[in-house]
Every structure is written in C-alpha cells, then in structure tokens.
C-alpha cells in the first residue's frame, strides 16, 4: 500500500498537475489575450472540436497505428537479422554498417518522393517510411547487444569447443535481449513519428486517411482547433504504443532474468 502510495505521489501526480496548470494557463490566456482562434483555440474549442471529429481521429488513428505497428515490427525482424550478419563478421559489420548510419541520417523528406514512385501513393508507402526511420535503433542496439559479451565467457564457449551457432544461440542472443528491448522501445517511438510523416506525403486517398494527413488538411485549411485536436490525438497514439512496447519489454525483462536466476 505504501509502495503505490509512494509511486502515486512521485510518478503520478507531477506530471498529472503539471498538465492541467498547463491547461490552466492556456485557457487563461485565451480569456485574457483573446488571440483569434486560428492563431490560439482555447482547450474548451479544442476538446470540441475532439468530440465532433471523433469518429474521423478514431479511425485515422486506427489506420496510423496499423501503419506504425507494421513499420516497426518489420524494422524488428530486419534489424535482428542484420545485427547477427554483423556480429559474426567483422568485415560485413566495417563494409555495412555506415550504410546503416545513413538510415538514421538522411532526411526522410529527400527520399519520400522516390519510395512514392517505387511503392505508388497508400498504405505500403507509408509503412516504408516507418520501417526506413525505425531501423537504425534495432540494428545498432541488438548489434552491440551481440558483440559485447564478456571476454572471459567467450573463452569458456571456445574451452569447450562451441561452435560459432552454439556461441551465438546461447551466449550472445541472451546477451542482447536487453538491448533488443531498449532498441524496441526507441523503434516503436520513431515508427510512428514514420508513419505520420509518411502520411504527409503518401497519404491514403479522399476515403480514408491517417493522422499525418489529418494534420496536414487542417493546417492548410486553418482549422487550428481540429489541428490540435489532431496532433493531441498523435501524441496519444506515440505514448500508448510506446507504452505497450515498454510494458512487453518489462515483462520479457522479468521473466528473461528469473529464468536465467534459475
């Protein structure tokens, strides 16, 4: 009981109150500025415009996640297959891994019309552009994860003439699952960040669209309301799919090190 007080008073209502004194203070500014409501809605003009527009973010939301979640779950297995390539390769992991760096560099506006005209205008494009922008942390994390292992039980494996699929199944894949989880937990934050951006460009059609394009459509047509509503409903959609992925990774955590107890 003391335990979830304590957590309730340190890591709960802090940030809780902070969001509301923000909420304070904007509508507050709102009532005693008075800006025009497409500079500055008040949060009343936003939450409005959230209750009308629901069933359009709810869907929208829907299609981003459903891009995000595919993006992210493709960079996972890709990135892992690529990080075993470059732990048990010296020269693929020197050859390659700068072009791995140039996934997390290159701005994703420049190569957007190209993955455009290669996938054509919809959903796969957009789960490109997620996949593309989600890839670097699982690569470089589950790399590391893989490589650094302590020297004196590689010599242990070597004692007992492992062999190379040996060490790799039972010494550094243990190794690297913490590493894997932090890298997931990073992806998963990128993965949708990808997806919106994707939307921006790709888009879905006059049908059905996604939160990037949602964004785009009310900034352009100064629906600064609907904007916020719908950049409120992005955030949300980051913090619950990063805080499923943390909350897999805590458990997968958990149950790795009580077996690994055992």
Request: a positive charge.
């Amino acid at each position: 009981m003391n335990g979830l007080r304590r957590r309730l008073t340190h890591d709960i209502l802090p940030p809780v109150g902070l969001f509301l004194l923000v909420l304070l203070s904007w509508q507050l500014a709102t009532v005693v500025f008075q800006p025009k409501a497409y500079l500055l809605p008040s949060p009343v003009a936003v939450a409005e415009a959230a209750r009308e527009n629901a069933g359009q973010l709810i869907s929208a939301m829907a299609l981003t996640a459903a891009a995000a979640a595919c993006g992210f779950v493709a960079s996972l297995i890709v990135g892992t297959l690529i990080a075993f390539a470059f732990s048990q390769s010296r020269l693929v992991r020197s050859s390659c891994y700068p072009y791995a760096i140039f996934l997390q560099t290159v701005p994703i506006v420049a190569i957007a019309p190209l993955i455009i005209i290669w996938f054509d205008y919809g959903f796969q494009s957009v789960v490109v552009v997620a996949f593309i922008i989600s890839l670097f942390p699982i690569i470089a994390n589950v790399t590391a994860g893989l490589i650094l292992v302590d020297n004196d039980l590689v010599d242990l494996f070597r004692l007992h003439n492992a062999s190379r699929w040996q060490m790799l199944w039972k010494l550094r894949l243990p190794n690297a699952v913490p590493y894997l989880v932090t890298g997931a937990k990073t992806a998963s934050g990128l993965a949708v960040i990808g997806a919106i951006v994707g939307e921006f460009f790709a888009g879905y059609g006059a049908e059905r669209f996604g939160l990037g394009y949602l964004v785009r459509q009310t900034s352009d047509q100064l629906k600064t309301a609907e904007l916020f509503a719908a950049v409120i409903a992005s955030t949300a959609l980051g913090i619950g799919i990063f805080g499923a992925v943390n909350m897999a990774g805590v458990t997968i955590l958990a149950r790795w090190s009580g077996t690994n107890n055992e």
